[in-house]
């Protein structure tokens, strides 16, 4: 009896009311502080979901030899796999975006990784390099951070790609940030004191 009735003030406790006070604050401070979580939570996911139907749409256009206007291809996988996504206008900035600088970033590619030629490195790594590359170079930062923009890239080799592909992807798009960022050699070595000489 002893042991049953722990059990019930414990429910009652995790579920933010406690057995002999007036007061549900538990159950009141869990609710503040998740809703925000969730919020930025479910925005993240509907963006991650957004690139990964970008990423099936690139695939499935680069794949065939774009014998179909990817935008017909991107229309068809939204409505088939993203119905009801709350962004749909991330999606069309994205995917025009990635198509109006695609020369530029299969220049981009050609350079970063001068040992592999675009054609052989596979579908799936070279679609999310420019998914990847749009958003690190192209985008608004201040929308998607830089960081933000590789690790979604990274994400979306690992779980589509081969056993190499994060590898692959981060090695690339970290030539690239570091070339964004070089880092100044007067900054990296110590000034020398003229009072000293």
């Not at 401070?29 to 998740?34: C, D, E, I, M, S």
């Not at 068809?76 to 530029?104: C, Q, V, Y």
């Not at 990847?132 to 990274?154: C, M, Q, R, S, T």
Request: aromatic content about 8%.
């Amino acid at each position: 009896m002893c042991r049953r009735m722990k059990c019930k003030a414990r429910r009652r406790y995790k579920k933010g009311v406690l057995t002999g006070t007036t007061t549900a604050v538990p159950k009141l401070l869990n609710a503040a502080v998740r809703r925000p979580r969730m919020a930025i939570a479910h925005f993240m996911a509907t963006r991650h979901l957004i690139r990964s139907i970008i990423l099936q749409s690139l695939y499935e256009w680069d794949f065939y030899k774009q014998k179909e206007e990817l935008t017909t291809v991107i229309e068809r996988n939204l409505t088939e796999f993203g119905a009801g996504i709350d962004e749909p206008e991330f999606a069309w900035k994205l995917i025009n975006g990635i198509i109006s600088h695609m020369t530029e970033i299969d220049d981009i590619i050609r350079r970063a990784a001068p040992q592999w030629p675009i054609d052989q490195i596979p579908v799936i790594d070279r679609n999310v390099l420019r998914i990847g590359l749009y958003e690190l170079l192209f985008a608004d930062h201040d929308e998607i951070p830089e960081k933000v923009a590789i690790n979604e890239a990274i994400e979306l080799a690992k779980n589509f790609g081969g056993p190499n592909s994060g590898k692959f992807i981060n090695g690339v798009l970290g030539t690239v940030f570091k070339e964004m960022h070089p880092v100044q050699e007067s900054a990296s070595t110590p000034e020398q004191d003229p009072a000293a000489e």
